[in-house]
């Protein structure tokens, strides 16, 4: 059984990728949305860190896609956060 909560605080340190989180039976759509929301703003961020210089690169942006994907695939057309910042 996955921590749920930890899961929506750190889905990477939970699921291996996100259709991990899409194939767990045990998470409702609702939380498999806002876990996968989650790890979108994480990548994010982390592409915003190593944009400026804060980190060794550790991404390529594949992992961001996938969770889009994956976001689309559970119905979510698209991810606005109000707000014009370089994390969407």
Same mark, same amino acid.
């Given at each position: =059984?996955? $921590?749920?909560?930890?899961?929506?605080?750190? /889905?990477?340190?939970?699921? *291996?990728?996100?259709?991990?989180?899409?194939?767990?039976?045990?998470?409702?759509?609702?939380?498999? +949305? $806002? +876990?996968?929301?989650?790890?979108?703003? $994480? @990548?994010? @961020?982390?592409?915003?860190? &190593? &944009? @400026?210089? =804060?980190?060794? /690169?550790? %991404?390529?942006?594949? +992992?961001?896609?996938?969770?889009?994907? %994956?976001?689309? *695939?559970?119905?979510? *057309?698209? &991810? $606005?956060?109000?707000? /014009?910042? *370089?994390?969407?």
């Amino acid at each position: =059984m996955v $921590d749920i909560e930890l899961a929506k605080v750190n /889905p990477a340190g939970v699921y *291996k990728r996100p259709k991990d989180v899409l194939n767990d039976a045990s998470l409702t759509r609702e939380q498999k +949305i $806002d +876990i996968l929301r989650r790890w979108a703003y $994480d @990548e994010r @961020e982390l592409a915003v860190a &190593e &944009e @400026e210089n =804060m980190l060794t /690169p550790v %991404s390529n942006g594949t +992992i961001l896609d996938e969770v889009l994907e %994956s976001l689309l *695939k559970l119905g979510v *057309k698209h &991810e $606005d956060s109000g707000a /014009p910042t *370089k994390q969407g």
